[in-house]
């Protein structure tokens, strides 16, 4: 079949069974839009390139499946490049299409040329520059497969106009012997001299956290992660890419570690002699000061990555492998040193925290540590009661917490809890970046994975909006709330504009405090209150009137007696986006809080200071 | 005796266009230091064999390694400590030598295994583009140069070796000089038997002394990676 360039690369993506492309064209990608008219695919025309790469992470972050954006060459390519960027840090699988200028005129600085492969090669996974439209449904099925596969990560497809035009004889490759790509070979497997000692470390600890990080949710690990947990009765955080991973609710779960962790997370950590690492990269907003970083724990670490054992610790156990996999090899290891599946364990299937809001995390020991073969290493093991004693200890010591007085002015973290308790259990939250992030991030009760949408490596802000989006359409089934900060708002609103046109009828959540809030917390904190360009207004813009200008109902709240019914008329639309302008209190700031730099010891758990200070 | 600072990293490349990019911009981003990069074609067309020379004090080299693996195109690596491996470097030394000289650095060049491989007067062999460099001055009036002969050697051989020539020519003038960076091969076991660590990078002898010298050099660049910004 005698086909163009540009048909193959549609026909490719469909045979990679994408459902829908964000882009917008242009000069150099206008053969490629032709094709699109006659194609399954559904596209979402965004208002700026930028929403459409993070409405394909948004995508990506919901479905498992890789999001595919489509831009023109040059300022369309280059408008693309944070979203990549964003993508590259947080392993979000995105396959990005961008035009490029013929490539008879690559090199003379054509109108809208951008050398786009070098501007994104060190922040994709991998980037091809197609010169021959033969070779365009075998690079596609690689951009796929090197997206997907491995540690997942933002591809990006260079089409130059003359290679969309040019005939081509259509194919497909069979398989991954058809691919050209004999430097990549992800590893899965654990090595099973290192899962077994890992496995007698687990058995040996008196302290042990469980780390798990944004690369339980990329392995589909989430429920081998549960049985692992309630096997060994030991404890879980769960990082800023990993909310929902582990459920909230459950009695394990100790939440968010790091900078604004929470008090047990943090210091549970500090204090632990092990720290088993699952998909998590020791991230410097995790870990503080590195050299005081959890000073008496052994590490274990498994990543999908091998550069990521030892780039921060050094581990005591390093795993290169699929977290699923080697949780699993993990269990059987453990099943073979005399720790077995208790007794009708929910090993995988149960979904009864899942879901559930009534499960009270209060209350330890609901849960049924395996059964414990007589004689064997597992007989003994350490006793963790003493280390769950003081776990539970620091939580009822340290909550989080905040003070909403009646009458006062509203409090962000008010709103996140309103929010949270009229939506349905698996509502999928969307943030920005800065302090609306961070309360969503604590005060939310994430019980299922794939609810939790977020910009995190990277922090970038007008994440919340786009992203928002490509949830939705990624399920559509789901109530899809976007928590935003009125800065981040402000970075990406038209996409608002895409999301009324299209009939994605997200909802948004300003938490506007007219400032740059985190910004203007590290000012009022660390820059004796000088505050430097952090001031935006509360009224300019006008979010209600901006929200009905882009086709969405907005509404405005600003006192804690109007937050609830104005939740529930959000709730209660379905046929446009929603904009809540939330007035929220400008001077609360994100608590706990671990100085950039400073070691997790001297956690802040409040405004007086101090440990304890509240 | 202090550690070596040095590591020899050869890395098995697809010979596509934009690798050598991608390998140099990862050392840039990560900080890795490169003390030299080489890259040849290998007898494999589809692939070109990069021998970098990292400084293993910029980053652990198990780090530089895993990061190096993760680029799509590089298809194997191997490192090699120093005292494991076979190292040679190529100079190219055009030295000043007048019928005085001559004699002495004849000598010199045997001494060291080395190939005169050209001769004749300065201004048939300097870059008119190149500025301050000894005798570039008055290239047109040969008659200025009389008698003032030049030669052009080639030297294999260790890095150590290839200081130590330099350094003995060095008085004599030198006009031009190019070195190729380290290029090595794992040793082999005694007896023969290739040792466990070497891996199956089939190559050429780039390094051959007595080959022409089009087809040895380290730094012939195959089509798709010529023009690569560094």
Redesign the interface.
């Known amino acids: 079949m005698r086909l163009t360039g540009a048909q193959a690369l549609i026909k490719s993506l469909e045979m990679q069974h994408v459902e829908v492309i964000f882009g917008l064209p242009g000069g150099a990608i206008l053969p490629v839009y032709d094709p699109i008219l006659d194609s399954s695919i559904r596209h979402v025309l965004v208002r700026h390139e930028q929403g459409a790469g993070h409405m394909a992470e948004g995508y990506a972050h919901v479905t498992g499946r890789p999001g595919v954006a489509m831009v023109t060459s040059g300022p369309g390519a280059t408008n693309i490049v944070t979203p990549l960027a964003d993508a590259m840090m947080d392993s979000i699988p995105i396959v990005v299409i961008t035009g490029q200028v013929p490539t008879t005129a690559i090199g003379t600085d054509a109108f809208q040329e951008c050398p786009i492969?070098?501007v994104t090669?060190?922040i994709t996974?991998?980037n091809w520059?197609v010169t021959d439209a033969q070779d365009l449904p075998r690079v596609v099925a690689e951009a796929f497969h090197?997206a997907t596969t491995g540690r997942p990560g933002p591809v990006l497809v260079d089409v130059p106009k003359d290679v969309s035009n040019a005939p081509m004889d259509w194919y497909w490759p069979a398989g991954l012997d058809d691919l050209d790509?004999?430097?990549?070979k992800p590893q899965t497997e654990g090595d099973p001299a290192q899962v077994r000692r890992a496995a007698e470390l687990i058995l040996g600890a008196a302290r042990p956290v469980i780390y798990a990080g944004g690369g339980i949710l990329k392995a589909r690990a989430a429920e081998v992660l549960r049985a692992l947990a309630e096997r060994t009765g030991i404890p879980v955080v769960t990082t800023l890419m990993a909310r929902g991973a582990f459920p909230d609710r459950h009695p394990l779960c100790l939440g968010m570690p790091g900078m604004h962790g929470n008090y047990t997370a943090v210091t549970a950590m500090q204090r632990a002699d092990l720290l088993i690492a699952l998909g998590s990269r020791f991230d410097d907003r995790v870990t503080g000061k590195i050299s005081a970083f959890a000073p008496d724990a052994k590490v274990i670490h498994v990543d999908i990555?091998?550069?990521e054992?030892?780039?921060v610790r050094r581990p005591d156990v390093a795993i290169a492998g699929d977290s699923r996999v080697v949780i699993e090899e993990l269990l059987r290891a453990l099943e073979s040193l005399g720790l077995g599946p208790s007794r009708g364990s929910s090993v995988s299937g149960d979904k009864s925290v899942a879901g559930d809001k009534s499960v009270g995390g209060e209350t330890p020991g609901t849960w049924a540590t395996g059964t414990v073969t007589a004689g064997s290493v597992a007989s003994s093991r350490p006793d963790l009661a003493p280390w769950m004693a003081q776990v539970r200890a620091w939580q009822k010591e340290f909550p989080l917490a905040y003070d909403q007085e009646e009458g006062g002015a509203l409090k962000p973290q008010f709103v996140v809890e309103a929010l949270r308790d009229a939506t349905p259990p698996d509502t999928i939250v969307v943030a920005g970046v800065g302090q609306h992030q961070m309360w969503a991030s604590q005060y939310w009760k994430f019980d299922n994975p794939y609810t939790w949408v977020n910009s995190g490596g990277a922090g970038t802000m007008g994440f919340a909006v786009p992203a928002a989006i490509g949830a939705k359409v990624g399920r559509p089934d789901k109530m899809v709330w976007a928590i935003d900060g009125d800065g981040c708002f402000q970075m990406a609103a038209q996409e608002l504009v895409t999301a009324s046109a299209e009939r994605i009828p997200i909802k948004v959540a300003i938490l506007n405090n007219a400032y740059l809030g985190m910004v203007r917390q590290w000012q009022e904190l660390f820059y004796e209150e000088r505050y430097s360009e952090v001031y935006l207004s509360p009224d300019l813009p006008d979010y209600v009137k901006w929200a009905e200008a882009m086709g969405c109902v907005g509404l405005k709240v600003e006192s804690a007696e109007e937050v609830a019914p104005a939740i529930e008329k959000a709730n209660g639309i379905d046929d446009r986006p929603v904009v809540i302008d939330f007035r929220t209190d400008a001077f609360e700031k994100v608590y706990p809080m671990v100085p950039a730099g400073a070691s997790n010891d001297d956690i802040i758990v409040g405004p007086s200071g101090g440990e304890g200070g509240r | 005796m202090s550690p070596p600072r040095h590591h020899i990293v050869t890395a098995m490349?697809?010979n596509k266009?934009?690798v050598l990019?991608?390998v140099a911009?990862?050392f840039s981003?990560r900080g890795f230091n490169i003390f030299s990069l080489a890259v040849a074609p290998t007898d494999n067309e589809?692939f070109s064999r990069i021998t970098i020379v990292v400084d293993v004090e910029s980053a652990?080299l198990?780090?530089i390694m895993?990061?190096l693996?993760?680029?799509?195109?590089?298809?194997?690596i191997t490192e090699l400590a120093p005292e494991e491996a076979v190292e040679r470097e190529m100079l190219l030394v055009t030295v000043e030598a007048g019928p005085v000289e001559r004699g002495q650095v004849i000598e010199l060049v045997g001494a060291f295994g080395g190939t005169i491989v050209d001769e004749g007067v300065g201004g048939t062999i300097v870059d008119e583009g190149v500025e301050g460099v000894e005798g570039v001055e008055g290239v047109e009036g040969v008659d200025s140069f009389e008698g003032v002969d030049r030669m052009t050697v080639m030297l294999a051989g260790t890095p150590r070796s290839i200081d130590d020539f330099e350094n003995l020519v060095r008085p004599f003038g030198i006009t031009e000089l190019q070195r190729t960076g380290l290029v090595a091969l794992p040793k082999l076991e005694p007896g023969a038997a290739p040792g466990p660590s070497t891996a199956p990078l089939h190559s050429t002898a780039p390094l051959h002394s007595t080959a022409p010298l089009d087809s040895t050099a380290p730094l012939h660049s195959t089509g798709a990676l010529q023009g690569e910004?560094g």
């Open positions: 492969t070098m090669m060190d996974k991998h520059l090197v790509l004999p430097g990549y990555d091998p550069a054992l030892g780039k | 490349v697809e266009a934009g990019a991608r911009s990862l981003r589809r652990p198990e780090q895993n990061q693996d993760k680029l799509v195109n590089v298809v194997s910004a």
